[in-house]
């Protein structure tokens, strides 16, 4: 028997390590949660694991910086609903004002002194609403412009419109936009017991009459009375040197138009009892080239337009042909909302300052925005309502493009992102976390084998202790034997 190396016992020793080590690896599995603990543990696996962790930990900064963002914007919508307000208040304002047959110096001075007071309040919020250290409505984080004559007028533009060069994009004029007009010969006996219902599209209905032998000049007084009266946005004139009536919309585009019936035949209509609409026409024309929708005296580039989708801009003049050039400067805000550099949108919040507001409506009175506004007379009230509506027009607009930024690009981004962040942590677990119950079951595996191999070691290195005894007490009692025999 070879009794140098104990070959069983390093074969026991081998085990008992290797069991051990085994058992180590599970405790470490158990103690972290991880199955992955070290690059050895699974080289390929920690790769996968790694991208996914910081795709991860990008998908969970792009929450919260589109978290942040919706807080601007609904900063920025707040204010504005405030501004809208002010507008309303404004539009009555007006409205009271226009009723010149019941107002006297005094009331007209109180209502001019609040309208001063609602338009300082509408430059207050626009200079002073704020999101952190960052001015929001003054217009800086927005799309500004500039005309290069006074008859073509910048609007506004989206976050869609690029910047021009120094030299700004050419607005062509196609054709001119028109009222809706009604010219007719009116003498005294035309106008003697006519009687006529007059309707502005989309507004209040009047029937007027004249009584019989009442003159033409006296009809178109009663005619002027009521819609005034009604607050119709039309205007009437009388030719007494020509006898002829003139009925024209306020307002240009083929949406602003009337309706008239006439009591006789071939008085102010062709037909009697038959009514006939007058429409206006919208101007036509181009922006760099670009198609562009006309709405009454504004332009608007197409949305799908590459450089001038969004770019509006009015136009006052009195000749097609080149109208002149527009510049635009694009400083909208730009957030990011995923996780690659390349997933930012744009937001244009332009300015609420009353300078900004109501810009490019045709009126009498010579208003160029709202800070123009003054109630002085009857004629200053309606262009007022007309300069109050565009600005309104312009607020619902900004809020319009706020809400749909908000609602379907960021409120959606956050959920996109959420799922999305829900399912990449799902699939770092199952390459990186611990199988409790599949541990457990190698765990209690590994501490058998420990315990087994520990024994197994134990025993084998008793083995040689026990022969090695028993030759040495057989050889002992064989020497004494010898000496006793001598």
């Given amino acids: 028997m070879e009794m140098k190396n104990n070959a069983t016992s390093i074969n026991a020793l081998n085990n008992l390590e290797k069991a051990q080590n085994e058992l180590s690896d599970s405790l470490r599995r158990l103690s972290s949660g991880q199955k992955i603990n070290i690059a050895a543990d699974a080289p390929v696996g920690l790769i996968i694991s790694e991208g996914l962790r910081a795709q991860i930990a990008s998908v969970h900064q792009a929450i919260q ?13 707040g204010a504005l609903v405030e501004v809208n307000n002010l507008l309303l208040e404004m539009r009555q304002l007006a409205l ?44 800086s984080h927005g799309v500004t412009g500039m005309g290069d004559n006074e008859e073509l007028i910048f ?4 976050s869609k419109t690029l910047a021009s060069p120094v030299s700004g994009y050419d607005v062509d004029i196609d054709e001119l936009p028109l009222r809706a007009t009604l010219s007719e010969d009116l003498d005294d006996d ?21 009584p019989e032998g009442a003159t033409a000049l006296g009809f178109a007084n009663r005619l002027k009375d009521a819609v005034l009266g009604a607050n119709i946005n039309l205007d009437i004139q009388f030719d007494a040197d020509d006898e002829e009536l003139t009925i024209q919309h306020r307002e240009y585009g083929v949406t602003k138009g009337f309706w008239i019936t006439s009591s006789k035949d071939g008085v102010l209509t062709d037909d009697e009892f038959e009514p006939e609409i007058f429409h206006g026409r919208d101007i036509k024309g181009t922006i760099e ?21 969004g770019l509006s801009v009015a136009y006052l003049g009195d000749s097609t042909g080149n109208a002149g050039s527009v510049t635009v400067a694009q400083n909208s805000l730009k957030f990011q909302t995923g996780p690659t550099g390349d997933e930012k949108i744009m937001v244009a919040l332009n300015s609420t300052h009353s300078t900004a507001l109501g810009q490019g409506v045709d009126n ?20 007022a309502i007309s300069l109050v509506d565009h600005a309104t027009d312009q607020l619902t607009l900004l809020r319009a493009q706020l809400g749909s930024a908000q609602k379907h690009t960021l409120e959606t981004n956050i959920s996109v992102l959420r799922n999305t962040a829900e399912s990449l942590t799902a699939a ?9 119950a599949k541990e457990i079951v190698n765990f209690t595996k590994s501490q058998i084998l420990t315990e087994t191999a520990a024994a197994a070691v134990a025993q084998a290195n008793q083995s040689a202790v026990r022969v090695l005894r028993l030759l040495f007490h057989h050889h002992v009692h064989d020497h004494w034997s010898f000496f006793a025999g001598h």
Avoid: C, H, W
């Fill in 428 to 436: 770092d677990s199952s390459i990186r976390d611990t199988d409790l």
């Fill in 65 to 77: 910086d589109t978290e942040f963002s919706l807080s601007l914007v609904q900063t920025a919508e």
């Fill in 96 to 139: 009271t004002a226009a009723n010149e047959g019941a107002n006297d110096f005094g009331t007209m001075m109180a209502i001019q002194y609040q309208i001063r007071n609602a338009i300082e309040s509408i430059d207050r919020i626009s200079r002073f609403t704020s999101f952190g250290r960052k001015i929001l409505l003054d217009g």
């Fill in 190 to 210: 035309d106008a003697s017991g006519l009687s006529i219902v007059l309707e502005e599209e989309d507004g209040p209905v009047i029937r007027v009459t004249n």
């Fill in 364 to 383: 009498r009175s010579g208003f160029k925005n709202l800070s123009d506004i003054s109630l002085t007379s009857a004629q200053e009230a309606i262009d």
């Fill in 289 to 309: 080239d670009e198609p562009a929708e006309g709405d009454g005296l504004v332009l608007t580039g197409n949305f799908n337009n590459k450089k001038t989708s």
């Fill in 155 to 158: 609007l506004r533009a989206s």
